[in-house]
């Protein structure tokens, strides 16, 4: 089992940026890939972001492509959004995710409470 915890969320204003945090308990850390999703008021959730095991990999969502970066830090079992940027269609719940994914179709088998971001216009 692997405990995720998100923090950071809050509420900004369009331009500004935020950073959010997931810390992972439980298990080794390293042995998961790391990932983001955000829903929306009256929307599926969707995928934002996610990362490698070592980090060295990381794949966004064309939405946010080029605005965050999605980092970890091993060694302290935590992953970072840095939301840069960020626009009112931002406006979600940020949910952390975790798989161990050995190929084939992604399934997240581990997911956090969510953090609200809020981005006023």
């Known amino acids: 089992q692997v405990q995720l915890v998100e923090s950071g969320g809050g509420l900004v204003q369009a331009g500004d940026s935020l950073r959010l945090s997931c810390a992972a308990s439980?298990?080794?850390?390293?042995?998961?890939?790391a990932g983001w999703f955000r829903q929306a008021p009256g929307k599926e959730r969707e995928f934002v972001a996610r990362?490698?095991?070592?980090?060295?990999?990381?794949y966004y969502a064309d939405s946010v492509k080029g605005r965050f970066i999605l980092s970890r830090d091993n060694a302290q079992n935590t992953v970072y959004l840095q939301m840069n940027s960020l626009k009112p269609e931002d406006t979600a719940v940020y949910y952390c995710?975790?798989?161990?994914?050995?190929?084939?179709?992604?399934?997240?088998?581990?997911w956090g409470q969510g953090t609200q971001v809020t981005v006023s216009s």
């Open positions: 990362i490698s095991r070592s980090g060295g990999s990381t």
């Open positions: 439980g298990r080794i850390f390293s042995n998961y890939y």
């Open positions: 995710a975790a798989t161990e994914y050995y190929g084939g179709e992604w399934s997240w088998d581990y």
